[in-house]
């Protein structure tokens, strides 16, 4: 997570592999910016030809949460795949 801040704004930048746009959600309360979301696991390949030996990739609910220095009731998002 990279966290920018300016004088009139900051910018988080999260890389989020795997997820959805519609498993992300960003909540502001109290001065208190969090993101969270769900990672779901990807079906194991099982058949004749292959199967899956090792997978790495962490699953499950996450949440980060953030204390800007200065917090206004404008927000705004984007999510972009690279």
Same mark, same amino acid.
């Given at each position: 997570m990279d966290i920018? &801040?300016?004088? %009139?704004r900051f910018e988080? =930048? $999260? %890389?989020?592999p /795997? $997820? =959805?746009p519609e498993a992300v959600?960003? #909540?502001?309360? *109290? @001065?208190v910016l969090t993101l969270? @979301?769900?990672r779901r696991? &990807? !079906?194991? $390949? %099982? *058949? !004749? #030809?292959?199967s899956a030996t090792r997978i790495e990739r962490a +699953? /499950?609910?996450f949440y980060v949460s953030v204390r800007p220095s200065h917090v206004d009731? +404008? +927000? =705004? =998002? #984007?999510?972009?795949?690279?």
């Open positions: 920018s &801040e300016y004088q %009139d988080l =930048s $999260v %890389d989020l /795997g $997820v =959805s959600e960003i #909540e502001l309360a *109290n @001065g969270s @979301g769900e696991s &990807e !079906k194991a $390949v %099982d *058949n !004749k #030809e292959h +699953t /499950g609910r009731t +404008t +927000t =705004s =998002s #984007e999510f972009a795949s690279a």
